[in-house]
């Protein structure tokens, strides 16, 4: 038998179970009123009929472990065993290893000075290196920084920062005892910055102090009173500082496995921990222990930090080889971050893959080849990212102090982009090479809500361009899908896709301009009247070459909106056809000469369409994606767009638009952009105890699986939760609700609901396209009926799942699916990044990261 075993069966058997722990002992209180009135035998002899525990296994078991089994009621557990009910339990291992414990363990008032605690279950993890990185990153953007080595048993905090210490008052050892004085040791300061890094080293490095650091760790290991005293004299030692002199943070290493000092100094001074763990047989065995580390601080509960010796490495190969590992770790961590989140939301876990920014991989670097801690900016870019993302979701990406905007009169400037989009145009440098006369570009790609057709319309609003075929809503020339001229350009060529491309350009070219649309409706108005004969005459390349011949200006056309054109069961072929005509013009250099075509047209559509587009495309494609610092630059250009926010925070607008150059040219880095948005929005959400940034960055984006380094945002989502934002705002006020916090910023309550608006319309917005995408009955009205209710039926759906089994499911709550059709249809989904695979569950999907919301599925363990 096993402490967890009898511990599950007492929990099953009688009322209510107490886990308490006082040195050396663990009390199990079994409290139930079956005990009244019976002596202590008779109380033994009923737990063991109720539990039918092998007495001898029971004895031995108390002995072994020291456990102290206790009958009682709950009048005596109140009169016999207040002595159990002090803070001393959740200073030790032995209870925090049971979950029920951990799942009870209270947040803690926060720290006047935030804390990042260091750990790892074994060594060669580089713990401390990263630590002592950490704090120069930190102490680069203006933090004062205090590092504290509790690593009793092998300290070295102070040779990492090539410190010589041999006076014992500026040491834990001395804070713990051996020192009525304290004061820490300067490790680095600046003359040109706030910045600056002191350190208690855990000893002085003196061989005269041998014996008594080794005193002292009998010390630690008999009472641990011993390290949560010296912490509480750190504690007033920091609080009388005076305030230029004050630490913004403090950073704790500690000692690997469960060593005894490694939890008083964590309930001592609360914070997160950052735990050193790589993706093996010996860190996943040690969930345990991390999960009790977690439960110390749930507000903040902590990330996994994971070292790689190979140089070669990257992250995408990490989490493609150790998928399954790194989602077992990043579990805990879910369960432990669900612990800390608004009461009543506690059960909403995030799923793994939405924590995929709190696994921070750190690399062999040359720089630490040469020194023990070298200067910041030595390190590789893959490092300095990492500290980047290590800061950003533990809550330190910014600053030290908010960042306070002085009043500014800056007015609003027009927009580059005319009528038909009010706000900036991003253009970032690879948009700015697109608009080059001499750029061979035909084919844009990206997935949906990357900005194709906010693409297509800055291309004509600048005259760079005409449009051929556009979207539905498209304002302008051209033909637009599913209009009438288009119906009429379609039938009067029979349905021959190949006639009607080359028809379509024809009429472009018989126009002066194509981007006038009033002339263009005209001329498509003409070709219907032409006569049968006349139309297959002109709806040729033979035809067009002519045309093309005596135009005095080499034309250059658009298409986009195409996905919405014709039919699922048609779209290939019509695509198919399209991408034939676009390679016949290429291809002929009379065409190529006069006509240059651009394709805007979603990934999967391009990749599924025909077998030789990669050669076809090769040097003529652009895929779009929008990265962490072109979405935010994004993001910054629609706030400052919207009344509310002006209304509401009118020095960030104003400062917003005193940088929109940069901002019109993806040029405002993160330093700039993330203090800014924090200067609206909450650092964090408490529903869902996420940084808000990190929000931001986990659910508005598609990483692709697991390469976060992949990652691509959706302006067309973002917009939109702005725009909600002032919605939902504006109907509380309304209602004289509150859409602001105490600290003036948008609530974390608004900040949800406007996305779980934005990701319904996003859902509604796929929804059209999979009208077109997916093949669920030839009758095209029967099709869109049954694709609502797939969508429909997927809310409430688990997520990951087996596909089989949400075949079945789907198929019992959808009338009329055929289940071949239906796994097509899914396969097609999962084309479009609406599900993807589980890596390292072989058969298993999963709800996008984007769409598991829009979806409504439930992520379950």
Same mark, same amino acid.
């Given at each position: 038998?096993?402490?967890?075993?009898?511990?599950?069966?007492?929990?099953?058997?009688?009322? /209510?179970?107490?886990?308490?722990?006082?040195?050396?002992?663990?009390?199990?209180?079994?409290?139930? *009123?079956?005990?009244? #009135?019976? *002596?202590?035998?008779?109380?033994?002899?009923?737990?063991?009929?109720?539990?039918?525990?092998?007495?001898?296994?029971?004895?031995?078991?108390? &002995?072994?472990?020291?456990?102290?089994?206790?009958?009682?009621?709950?009048?005596?557990?109140?009169?016999?065993?207040?002595?159990?009910?002090?803070?001393?339990?959740?200073?030790?291992?032995?209870?925090?290893?049971?979950?029920?414990?951990?799942?009870?363990?209270?947040?803690?008032?926060?720290?006047?000075?935030?804390?990042?605690?260091?750990?790892?279950?074994?060594?060669?993890?580089?713990?401390?290196?990263?630590?002592?990185?950490?704090?120069?990153?930190?102490?680069?953007?203006?933090?004062?920084?205090?590092?504290?080595?509790?690593?009793?048993?092998?300290?070295?905090?102070?040779?990492?920062?090539?410190?010589?210490?041999?006076?014992?008052?500026?040491?834990?050892?001395?804070?713990?005892?051996?020192?009525?004085?304290?004061?820490?040791?300067?490790?680095?300061?600046?003359?040109?910055?706030?910045?600056?890094?002191?350190?208690?080293?855990?000893?002085?490095?003196?061989?005269?102090?041998?014996?008594?650091?080794?005193?002292?760790?009998?010390?630690?290991?008999?009472?641990?009173?011993?390290?949560?005293?010296?912490?509480?004299?750190?504690?007033?030692?920091?609080?009388?500082?005076?305030?230029?002199?004050?630490?913004?943070?403090?950073?704790?290493?500690?000692?690997?496995?469960?060593?005894?000092?490694?939890?008083?100094?964590?309930?001592?001074?609360?914070?997160?921990?950052?735990?050193?763990?790589?993706? *093996?047989?010996?860190?996943?065995?040690?969930?345990?222990?991390?999960?009790?580390?977690?439960?110390?601080?749930?507000?903040?509960?902590?990330?996994?930090?994971?070292?790689?010796?190979?140089?070669?490495?990257?992250?995408?190969?990490?989490?493609?080889? &150790?998928?399954?590992?790194?989602?077992?770790?990043?579990?805990?961590?879910?369960?432990?971050?669900?612990?800390?989140?608004?009461?009543?939301?506690?059960?909403?876990?995030?799923?793994?893959?939405?924590?995929?920014?709190?696994?921070?991989?750190?690399?062999?670097?040359?720089?630490?080849?040469?020194?023990?801690?070298?200067?910041?900016?030595?390190?590789?870019?893959?490092?300095?990212?990492?500290?980047?993302?290590?800061?950003?979701?533990?809550?330190?990406?910014?600053?030290?102090?908010?960042?306070?905007?002085?009043? %500014?009169?800056?007015?609003?400037?027009?927009?580059?982009?005319?009528?038909?989009?009010?706000?900036?145009?991003?253009?970032?440098?690879?948009?700015?090479?697109?608009?080059?006369? #001499?750029?061979?570009?035909?084919?844009?790609?990206?997935?949906?809500?990357?900005?194709?057709?906010?693409?297509?319309?800055?291309?004509?609003?600048?005259?760079?361009?005409?449009?051929?075929?556009?979207?539905?809503?498209?304002?302008?020339?051209?033909?637009?899908?599913?209009?009438?001229?288009?119906?009429?350009?379609?039938?009067?060529?029979?349905?021959?896709?190949?006639?009607?491309?080359?028809?379509?350009?024809?009429?472009?070219?018989?126009?002066?301009?194509?981007?006038?649309?009033?002339?263009?409706?005209?001329?498509?108005?003409?070709?219907?009247?032409?006569?049968?004969?006349?139309?297959?005459?002109?709806?040729?390349?033979?035809?067009?070459? /002519?045309?093309?011949?005596?135009?005095?200006? /080499?034309?250059?056309?658009?298409?986009?909106?195409?996905?919405?054109?014709?039919?699922?069961?048609?779209?290939?072929?019509?695509?198919?056809?399209?991408?034939?005509?676009?390679?016949?013009?290429?291809?002929?250099?009379?065409?190529?000469?006069?006509?240059?075509?651009?394709?805007?047209?979603?990934?999967?559509?391009?990749?599924?369409? %025909?077998?030789?587009?990669?050669?076809?495309?090769?040097?003529?494609?652009?895929?779009?994606?929008?990265?962490?610092?072109?979405?935010?630059?994004?993001?910054?250009?629609?706030?400052?767009?919207?009344?509310?926010?002006?209304?509401?925070?009118?020095?960030?607008?104003?400062?917003?638009?005193?940088?929109?150059?940069?901002?019109?040219?993806?040029?405002?880095?993160?330093?700039?952009?993330?203090?800014?948005?924090?200067?609206?929005?909450?650092?964090?959400?408490?529903?869902?105890?996420?940084?808000?940034?990190?929000?931001?960055?986990?659910?508005?984006?598609?990483?692709?699986?697991?390469?976060?380094?992949?990652?691509?945002?959706?302006?067309?989502?973002?917009?939109?939760?702005?725009?909600?934002?002032?919605?939902? &705002?504006?109907?509380?006020?309304?209602?004289?609700?509150?859409?602001?916090?105490?600290?003036?910023?948008?609530?974390?309550?608004?900040?949800?609901?406007?996305?779980?608006?934005?990701?319904?319309?996003?859902?509604?917005?796929?929804?059209?396209?999979?009208?077109?995408?997916?093949?669920?009955?030839?009758?095209?009205?029967?099709?869109?009926?049954?694709?609502?209710?797939?969508?429909?039926?997927?809310?409430?759906?688990?997520?990951?799942?087996?596909?089989?089994?949400?075949?079945?499911?789907?198929?019992?709550?959808?009338?009329?699916?055929?289940?071949?059709?239906?796994?097509?249809?899914?396969?097609?989904?999962?084309?479009?990044?609406?599900?993807?695979?589980?890596?390292?569950?072989?058969?298993?999907?999963?709800?996008?990261?984007?769409?598991?919301?829009?979806?409504?599925?439930?992520?379950?363990?």
């Amino acid at each position: 038998m096993t402490i967890s075993e009898l511990l599950k069966t007492c929990r099953e058997k009688f009322q /209510k179970v107490d886990v308490k722990y006082a040195h050396p002992s663990l009390y199990i209180l079994c409290i139930d *009123d079956v005990f009244k #009135t019976l *002596d202590e035998d008779m109380r033994r002899k009923v737990f063991l009929e109720k539990t039918d525990i092998d007495p001898e296994e029971l004895v031995n078991l108390e &002995a072994a472990a020291a456990v102290s089994l206790e009958l009682c009621t709950a009048s005596e557990r109140v009169s016999l065993f207040a002595f159990l009910d002090d803070e001393e339990a959740a200073q030790h291992w032995l209870p925090l290893l049971d979950e029920t414990i951990r799942d009870n363990l209270t947040s803690a008032q926060p720290e006047a000075i935030p804390a990042i605690h260091f750990y790892g279950f074994k060594g060669g993890q580089a713990r401390s290196t990263v630590l002592v990185m950490l704090a120069k990153s930190l102490a680069a953007d203006g933090y004062r920084v205090l590092v504290v080595d509790v690593d009793i048993e092998a300290p070295s905090l102070d040779l990492l920062f090539d410190v010589s210490v041999s006076d014992v008052s500026t040491t834990l050892m001395g804070l713990c005892g051996w020192s009525n004085d304290f004061s820490p040791v300067q490790a680095f300061g600046s003359a040109h910055s706030t910045g600056a890094i002191d350190i208690v080293p855990c000893r002085p490095r003196s061989d005269n102090y041998d014996m008594d650091f080794a005193a002292f760790g009998i010390r630690v290991a008999l009472d641990i009173s011993t390290i949560s005293n010296g912490l509480k004299r750190l504690k007033a030692y920091v609080a009388q500082l005076e305030n230029e002199k004050q630490y913004d943070i403090v950073l704790f290493d500690h000692r690997t496995g469960i060593a005894p000092s490694v939890l008083p100094a964590i309930r001592e001074w609360r914070g997160p921990t950052v735990i050193a763990a790589r993706p *093996d047989g010996l860190s996943t065995q040690a969930i345990g222990a991390f999960a009790s580390l977690f439960a110390q601080n749930p507000d903040n509960p902590g990330a996994f930090i994971s070292f790689s010796l190979d140089a070669e490495d990257s992250r995408v190969a990490i989490f493609q080889r &150790a998928a399954r590992q790194i989602q077992e770790l990043l579990g805990e961590l879910s369960r432990a971050i669900a612990r800390g989140a608004e009461a009543g939301h506690e059960e909403d876990e995030l799923p793994p893959d939405a924590l995929q920014k709190y696994w921070v991989s750190w690399f062999a670097d040359r720089a630490l080849f040469s020194a023990l801690s070298p200067p910041l900016e030595r390190l590789g870019s893959e490092n300095l990212n990492s500290l980047r993302q290590l800061r950003e979701v533990l809550g330190f990406a910014g600053p030290p102090h908010p960042l306070e905007l002085e009043p %500014t009169n800056t007015t609003r400037l027009s927009s580059p982009s005319g009528a038909i989009d009010p706000g900036w145009f991003i253009e970032t440098a690879e948009i700015s090479r697109l608009f080059l006369p #001499t750029s061979t570009v035909s084919y844009i790609v990206g997935r949906k809500g990357t900005g194709k057709t906010r693409l297509y319309k800055e291309m004509i609003n600048r005259q760079l361009a005409e449009p051929l075929f556009a979207s539905a809503d498209f304002v302008g020339g051209g033909v637009k899908s599913q209009s009438s001229e288009y119906s009429l350009l379609l039938a009067s060529c029979k349905g021959d896709f190949k006639a009607f491309w080359w028809s379509l350009l024809a009429i472009a070219l018989s126009t002066p301009d194509a981007s006038k649309g009033t002339e263009f409706d005209s001329a498509v108005s003409a070709w219907g009247n032409l006569t049968p004969n006349q139309r297959n005459e002109q709806g040729t390349a033979h035809f067009v070459v /002519k045309l093309a011949g005596q135009g005095t200006r /080499k034309r250059f056309f658009l298409i986009d909106g195409i996905e919405t054109a014709v039919p699922s069961a048609q779209l290939r072929v019509f695509i198919e056809e399209m991408l034939l005509f676009m390679l016949t013009i290429q291809s002929d250099s009379k065409l190529s000469s006069n006509i240059f075509i651009r394709l805007f047209l979603r990934t999967d559509l391009l990749r599924n369409a %025909t077998q030789n587009i990669e050669q076809q495309t090769s040097h003529r494609k652009l895929e779009l994606r929008w990265d962490s610092d072109s979405i935010f630059n994004f993001v910054l250009a629609r706030i400052e767009l919207l009344d509310w926010f002006e209304e509401n925070f009118a020095n960030a607008c104003n400062t917003i638009r005193s940088i929109q150059a940069d901002i019109s040219s993806g040029k405002v880095l993160r330093t700039v952009y993330e203090p800014l948005l924090l200067s609206i929005f909450p650092q964090k959400l408490r529903r869902n105890n996420l940084q808000t940034i990190t929000f931001f960055e986990t659910y508005f984006s598609d990483a692709g699986g697991d390469n976060q380094e992949r990652a691509s945002f959706y302006p067309r989502l973002f917009e939109n939760f702005l725009n909600q934002i002032t919605i939902v &705002a504006k109907s509380r006020s309304d209602k004289g609700g509150v859409a602001l916090d105490a600290d003036g910023k948008v609530s974390h309550s608004v900040v949800l609901e406007a996305h779980a608006a934005a990701s319904a319309a996003f859902i509604t917005e796929v929804t059209q396209e999979l009208y077109a995408l997916l093949n669920l009955d030839n009758d095209d009205s029967l099709n869109r009926r049954l694709v609502d209710s797939l969508i429909a039926a997927f809310e409430g759906q688990p997520t990951p799942f087996e596909v089989e089994l949400i075949v079945d499911r789907l198929q019992h709550l959808v009338n009329g699916l055929d289940a071949s059709k239906l796994r097509d249809a899914l396969q097609r989904m999962r084309e479009v990044g609406i599900f993807e695979g589980r890596p390292g569950y072989p058969g298993q999907w999963r709800a996008g990261r984007l769409y598991k919301s829009a979806l409504r599925m439930k992520y379950v363990r």
